[in-house]
């Protein structure tokens, strides 16, 4: 536990929010960005 | 003079100069209602994702969400997770098939958008008179702006409000959305640095042997002053004092993603494939921001509950930890805050009255007769003349100082979302297109529940009230596109067989 609950809640909280954004952000906006442009390269 | 109040009018007046330069350049750069409305669809990813963190994050955050802090306590910071979580899963969700979507619409707002999209004036009208809602966000700025000229200069309330009204109503009259977009990202970035310094100087000033100590020290004194102060759920806070109250307060920053003026950021941007960048610029600067939400528990620490109004309690913290100059420039990044915010909500209302309403309603469906080239002058001259009639009516609904900001902020934003986010949503993840019928009934039930639940006095939270009634509105949605599709399915055969 940091100090009290609430802070707990608003250390760990942040940390499992940062994962969560994070890996949503790089499967739905950087991975297919990446996916899409590797194709695009072998179509050329 | 005192030094305060010197170091804040040289502030003021750096910070003025350089913003009406930037809206100067923006002027130069607005040709028509598509630079005015979405900077011409040509923007960069981190100019944009600063501008949305901007626009995303008002003086509510420095003044009247410590002021939560300073009166709630540790309870705020599910404000904190709601805005970094909340509000990037929302922007996520929806930023990628918006933009898709609007490829083929080249929509300028989310009533041109919705109603482009559903085939449906009624929706376009209807959503567009749902975003004069946020007139009470734009009154909440103001507000913001009041109270720093009340605190650092001296001025009477009303006074100030008076000054704050005319510099944003002048500065966005001129620039539009480049003048936004530009402005928003070098205020982003003072924004920033200030929630930086706010929650490293707490730690400094309280430090005990360790951060751990430091904070279980800042604890302790919020406990010895009100146990609740340390609480996971505080009873005492309108907003964070059940856990249904913590899932509706980050539901509505979720939703609050999708707001009209942040979704002119989405269609602003030139590449698509830089919108992955624009979000991880927004969540990065947003995180940083929002750390100013300890500068209330420090402010209650340190000065205790005792005379200290809850939107000013920041800017006491401020004034007792910080020396004078320091004080002057945290005022300029308050009202840097206050402009970012209501320039961008001008833009969007703007848009309302020339684009949704004038060229793609009564000029489009024959009710005024001109030829395209006059109407989009006219266009022009509609979307800047509203800037000084919303500000006025803006100014007139917080004549009277309000206890919380934050709360008439609310108003705004969970009325926006409660008669939208259906549609919005259905648009973005249904699996067939719905009819505009269930897109209508949607906004309608959506912004009745709310006016019910919240100004029915049902609810008394304004984010609870509008996460319920957005949640109300976006079930409607879900079951009135499906029983429509089966009803027009149903007539489909029946004329089929009739036919046979």
């Not at chain 2, 923007?43 to 300073?70: D, E, M, Q």
């Not at chain 2, 610029?281 to 995180?287: F, K, L, Q, R």
């Not at chain 2, 719905?434 to 029915?456: K, N, P, T």
Request: positive net charge; charged residues 15%; aromatic residues 12%.
């Amino acid at each position: 536990m940091f100090v009290n609950e609430m802070l707990t809640v608003w250390l760990y909280g942040s940390v499992i929010t940062y994962i969560i954004v994070g890996f949503a952000l790089w499967k739905w906006y950087f991975k297919e960005n990446h996916s899409v442009g590797k194709k695009e390269k072998g179509r050329v | 003079m005192d030094t305060v109040k010197l170091f804040t009018w040289i502030g003021f007046a750096v910070f003025l100069v350089i913003m009406l330069i930037l809206g100067y350049i923006g002027t130069k750069k607005t040709k028509n209602i598509r630079d005015f409305a979405i900077g011409g669809g040509n923007l960069g990813p981190v100019v944009l994702g600063l501008s949305f963190a901007a626009t995303y994050l008002s003086a509510a955050t420095f003044l009247g969400y410590p002021g939560w802090s300073h009166e709630w306590g540790l309870t705020n910071l599910w404000l904190a997770l709601a805005m970094i979580g909340g509000g990037a899963i929302g922007v996520l969700m929806v930023a990628k098939k918006i933009r898709l979507l609007n490829e083929e619409q080249k929509s300028l707002s989310l009533p041109d958008w919705l109603g482009d999209y559903y085939k449906s004036d009624l929706l376009r009208v209807g959503t567009g008179l749902i975003l004069l809602f946020n007139v009470f966000y734009i009154a909440a700025q103001f507000v913001a702006g009041a109270r720093i000229f009340e605190y650092l200069l001296g001025m009477d309330y009303r006074t100030g409000l008076i000054l704050i009204t005319v510099i944003v109503v002048l500065y966005v009259f001129g620039g539009g959305a480049f003048a936004d977009i530009y402005t928003d990202a070098v205020q982003v970035i003072l924004m920033a640095i200030a929630g930086i310094a706010i929650f490293i100087s707490g730690i400094v000033i309280f430090w005990k042997n360790g951060i751990s100590a430091t904070f279980a020290g800042i604890a302790d004194n919020l406990a010895a002053q009100d146990a609740n102060l340390v609480a996971v759920f505080n009873p005492d806070s309108a907003h964070f004092y059940s856990i249904g109250a913590v899932i509706g307060a980050i539901c509505i920053q979720w939703a609050f993603a999708s707001a009209p003026h942040l979704f002119n950021k989405v269609l602003g941007l030139k590449n698509e494939k830089d919108l992955g960048k624009m979000i991880l610029t927004y969540v990065i600067t947003a995180s940083l921001c929002v750390l100013v939400l300890f500068g209330g528990l420090y402010s209650r620490v340190a000065l205790g509950s005792a005379d200290v109004v809850a939107d000013l309690a920041l800017m006491e913290y401020v004034a007792w930890a910080f020396p004078a100059i320091v004080v002057a420039m945290f005022g300029v990044v308050i009202l840097a805050a206050a402009m970012s915010t209501t320039d961008g909500l001008f833009v969007s209302i703007s848009t309302v009255f020339a684009n949704d309403l004038f060229l793609k309603f009564l000029v489009r469906r024959g009710h005024v007769r001109v030829d395209e080239e006059k109407a989009e002058k006219i266009a022009l001259q509609i979307s800047r003349l509203t800037v000084p009639v919303v500000g006025i009516i803006a100014l007139l609904i917080v004549m009277k100082p309000p206890v919380y900001m934050g709360d008439i902020m609310w108003i705004g934003i969970s009325g926006v979302a409660a008669g939208t986010l259906g549609p919005i949503l259905y648009a973005v993840y249904g699996r067939r297109k719905a009819s505009a019928r269930a897109a209508e009934g949607s906004m309608i039930i959506g912004l009745v529940a709310y006016l019910i639940l919240y100004f029915g006095g049902l609810i008394p939270s304004t984010m609870t009230a509008g996460a319920v009634a957005t949640g109300i509105g976006i079930a409607t949605m879900a079951i009135l596109a499906n029983v429509l599709a089966t009803e027009n399915k149903k007539i489909r055969l029946a004329d089929a067989e009739q036919g046979r």
